[in-house]
């Protein structure tokens, strides 16, 4: 994949698999503007961006909460590097709680950050986009199809992101720019996986359930992501597309279940 001259935008860019997403379109010679909450960690990301061979990268500080910081965040990648050939969306917060158990701003906070952060950001970039051409692909979760007990929050919100690919890609399709939900399997190391299964055990026991035989890596995601964004996937648009080794395949099933049991056990204790 050669994506020189391109200008590659990724929000939430600065940890897990949406850094290595930046890595691997940087590692392709793009430009890259990443952006987060923190300062200190979209520092680190520009400067692990450059090393890694884009063709020159930058980055802001906002919190995709904020519609007017996100719409100034992204007028600055625009002032720098000109109309985005890629937008990708993945900023995301995730916790694993009961419903009941819940605050009302619990629930809300990851709505806010998943799915409104999602519309902000992709409203935000809308007058930066290359028409024709431009690609957006929102990271989205195998929660936004399969239930799991302990994620109603990151069930809702993203089952709302991928609408909003789909309707979208209508909306926005008529100017030439495609967008995609790419759903990132179980991936090695993250703080997503880290969260969801915290110990050793019970990431093993999600290993073993994956069909390919494996965890997923930030690169598997990062690839799905080029072939979208390339002239390849020109026809391709309103998809949301798996990168999980067949694993969700199999539903939710014992883990959701797993993390229902835990989160009742631990709820039984406090009280
Ligand atoms: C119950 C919780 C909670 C928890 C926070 N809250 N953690 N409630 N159980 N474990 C409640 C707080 O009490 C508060 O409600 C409200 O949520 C907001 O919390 P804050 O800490 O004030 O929010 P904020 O500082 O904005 O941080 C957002 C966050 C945090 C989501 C809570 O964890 C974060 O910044 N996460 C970003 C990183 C992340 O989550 N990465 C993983 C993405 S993985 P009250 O009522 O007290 O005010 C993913 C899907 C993975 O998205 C899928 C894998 C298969
Ligand atoms: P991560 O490392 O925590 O990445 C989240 C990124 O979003 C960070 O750069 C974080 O940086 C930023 N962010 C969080 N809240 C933000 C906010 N309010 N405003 C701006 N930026 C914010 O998590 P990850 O596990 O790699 O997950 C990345 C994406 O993949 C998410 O969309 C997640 O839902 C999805 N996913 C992950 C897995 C998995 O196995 N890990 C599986 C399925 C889907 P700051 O802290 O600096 O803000």
């Known amino acids: 994949m050669d994506f020189s001259e391109k200008t590659v935008v990724v929000i939430g860019g600065t940890s897990g698999i949406n850094r290595g997403i930046a890595e691997a379109f940087a590692a392709s010679g793009a430009k890259l503007a990443v952006a ?16 890694a061979g884009a063709q020159d990268a930058i980055g802001v500080a906002f919190d995709v909460r904020d519609p007017e910081a996100v719409a100034e965040g992204l007028k600055q990648f625009y002032d720098a590097f000109g109309d985005f050939d890629v937008l990708v969306s993945g900023a995301a917060g995730n916790f694993p709680a009961l419903a009941a158990e819940m605050s009302v701003n619990a629930f809300k906070t990851v709505i806010d950050i998943d799915l409104m952060g999602t519309i902000h950001v992709m409203k935000g970039a809308y007058p930066f986009l290359k028409r024709p051409g431009a690609s957006i692909i ?36 008529v100017e030439g720019i495609r967008v995609n939900s790419v759903v990132p399997g179980f991936i090695e190391g ?77 709820a039984k204790a406090r009280s």
């Not at 990431?203 to 598997?220: F, I, M, N, S, T």
């Open 36 to 51: 987060s909450r923190s300062q200190e960690k979209v520092d680190d990301t520009v400067a692990a961006l450059k090393a």
């Open 138 to 173: 929102n990271i989205s979760a195998p929660q936004s199809y399969l239930p799991y007990e302990g994620q109603a929050h990151v069930c809702a919100a993203k089952a709302g992101v991928d609408q909003i690919t789909r309707t979208l890609s209508m909306e926005w399709g």
């Open 190 to 266: 993250t703080e997503g996986a880290k969260r969801l299964a915290p110990t050793p055990d019970a990431g093993e026991a999600l290993r073993k359930d994956v069909p390919l035989g494996r965890w997923g890596q930030p690169q598997d995601v990062a690839n799905a992501c080029m072939f979208l964004s390339s002239d390849l996937a020109s026809y391709i648009s309103g998809t949301v597309l798996a990168v999980d080794g067949a694993l969700y395949q199999r539903g939710s099933g014992k883990f959701g279940q797993m993390m229902g049991q835990m989160l009742r056990a631990q």
